[in-house]
């Protein structure tokens, strides 16, 4: 298991990595003496980060789609260009296992500058994409987008958010589980440890894996 995780790592294959990471933890045994394998060191500092914006994907699915939407990789865009696009809803952008699953960018130059409820507001607007596709309608901002978004509570500008309302209830229970959520997405953007979007889809591939 070793040396393979260590050629895994000289052909710069991290998916491969983590896989073999995950299953190795399963049996854990000591590794050599000043030897040591781990997830790469941005993902190592935030890995809590990731984890909590999965939890927050599952709440907002739970309570907005009973469950129903199929899970998808986070990705996090820490470019810095200037941009009004807070994150973006990509279908069919990985494959696991022979299935096939879409993607959200979160662009943090914006949504870090938020807090958690503003953070909300964006996941459920592209998780309705998702919905979208889903569910075989077309994409964009139409009639069947905004009338679910309504149904969700937010409205057209995602400023306000309906009392009682699936986003509400979601906003309430984030907050109080996450509070510094959005702080730790702040804290991602000066990290001085390289991030990628291939090394995102691979952490997704591990926690599908990590499931089974």
Not at 28 to 57: H, K, M
Not at 70 to 77: D, E, H, K, T
Not at 125 to 131: D, G, N
Not at 146 to 153: I, P, S, T, Y
Request: with cysteine; hydrophobic share 40%.
């Amino acid at each position: 298991m070793i040396d393979l995780i260590v050629e895994k790592m000289r052909e710069g294959d991290w998916g491969a990595v983590l896989r073999l990471l995950h299953a190795r933890t399963q049996t854990q045994t000591a590794a050599p003496a000043g030897v040591s394998y781990d997830l790469p060191p941005f993902y190592r500092e935030f890995e809590d980060t990731y984890r909590q914006l999965y939890w927050y994907y599952g709440l907002c699915n739970s309570w907005g789609w009973g469950g129903a939407l199929p899970p998808v990789a986070l990705l996090l865009n820490r470019s810095r260009r200037r941009t009004h696009v807070a994150g973006y809803a990509k279908p069919a952008a990985t494959a696991v296992n022979g299935h096939v699953y879409c993607a959200i960018s979160i662009t943090l130059n914006i949504c870090a500058c938020g807090n958690t409820g503003s953070l909300m507001t964006l996941l459920l607007h592209e998780m309705t994409h998702i919905w979208q596709f889903a569910n075989g309608r077309r994409g964009g901002h139409g009639r069947d987008f905004k009338n679910e978004m309504l149904r969700l509570g937010v409205d057209e500008a995602g400023l306000r958010v309906r009392c009682g309302s699936p986003a509400d209830h979601i906003a309430r229970e984030a907050e109080s589980r996450y509070p510094r959520l959005a702080a730790r997405l702040r804290a991602c953007m000066v990290s001085p440890h390289k991030s990628s979007r291939n090394m995102d889809y691979a952490f997704f591939r591990m926690l599908l894996e990590s499931r089974r």
